[in-house]
């Protein structure tokens, strides 16, 4: 069945955007539910703080993708590299954002930046693509339980109808900072955001433990290639050693004859 939204000239967003899917009416979807709720952009700041390869060129830095996010989750390990190789400009990210991408939302491209994240030790500047819309608190509270409220089914639903362009279709800006966050979740984002950490903390325990394993496994690999490389080694000694006896024999044999 065709969707129709009807809007006056005053309504059209500015410089009159006329796209059809700008007034798709399943965007309205949460703000039109029977719910109290707040505006996103009453919790957060969106960080469009960016990073260029001349800024600080020799400084290190680790550089996250769209698909090093997933399900709540920093997957990825990151890039390492210096900021004067950087092919384009980053956003900067810090502990406590939660990052969102733009881009095709039904991959569920959403993370917590925790500070467990592989790789991000010390002054290392830990930067992200600019597909992402980095969320940032706007008071000294969590965002973690923002997590869950944004992988949640409607808000998909809403992001996913939000989707602009053909070739890589994105939603915009204000229509995340925008959608109503329930007031009941607001009022218990303490113990959300608390249970949200712990499911990512025993991800790290888990990922570490995994990675430390795969390094035993590393280490028995070299040790074997070492071995071999040395009988290797042994046994083209051996080779050249018979092959510099039996020289020296022809020669004496040689010099034998001569006598």
């Known amino acids: 069945m065709a969707l129709t939204s009807v809007k006056s000239v005053r309504d059209l967003e500015a410089v009159y955007v006329l796209a059809p899917e700008r007034y798709d009416p399943r965007r309205e979807s949460l703000a039109s539910a029977d719910i109290q709720s707040v505006p996103l952009r009453t919790l957060v ?38 900021v004067g190789e950087l092919g384009s400009a980053k956003k900067s990210i810090e502990p406590r954002d939660v990052i969102i991408s733009r881009l ?31 969320l940032r608190p706007a008071d000294e509270l969590s965002i973690a339980f923002l997590v869950p409220f944004l992988l949640s089914a409607p808000v998909q639903k809403v992001l996913a109808a939000s989707q602009e362009g053909g070739h890589h279709p994105r939603f915009n800006e204000s229509t995340l900072l925008d959608l109503p966050v329930p007031a009941k979740l607001v009022k218990d984002r303490e113990a959300v955001s608390d249970a949200v950490q712990r499911g ?15 390094g035993r496994a590393e280490s028995l690999l070299s040790v074997r290639n070492e071995t071999t490389k040395h009988k290797g080694a042994g046994s083209r000694h051996s080779s050249e050693t018979h092959e510099e006896c039996a020289g020296a024999a022809r020669y004496c044999g040689g010099t034998q004859a001569g006598q």
Do not use: H, W
Not at 200 to 214: D, N, P, T, V, W
């Open 45 to 82: 700041t969106s960080n469009r703080k960016m990073v260029a390869a001349g800024d600080d060129s020799a400084r290190r830095c680790l550089v996250f993708d769209t698909s090093d996010a997933r399900e709540g989750i920093v997957i990825g390990r990151g890039k390492k590299q210096t």
């Open 104 to 134: 095709r939302p039904y991959l569920r491209q959403v993370a917590l930046v925790d500070k467990e994240m592989p790789n991000a030790i010390g002054d290392t500047l830990v930067l992200c693509s600019t597909e992402f819309f980095v």
């Open 200 to 214: 990512i903390a025993l991800y790290r325990e888990s990922e570490a433990g995994l990675q430390a394993l795969i």
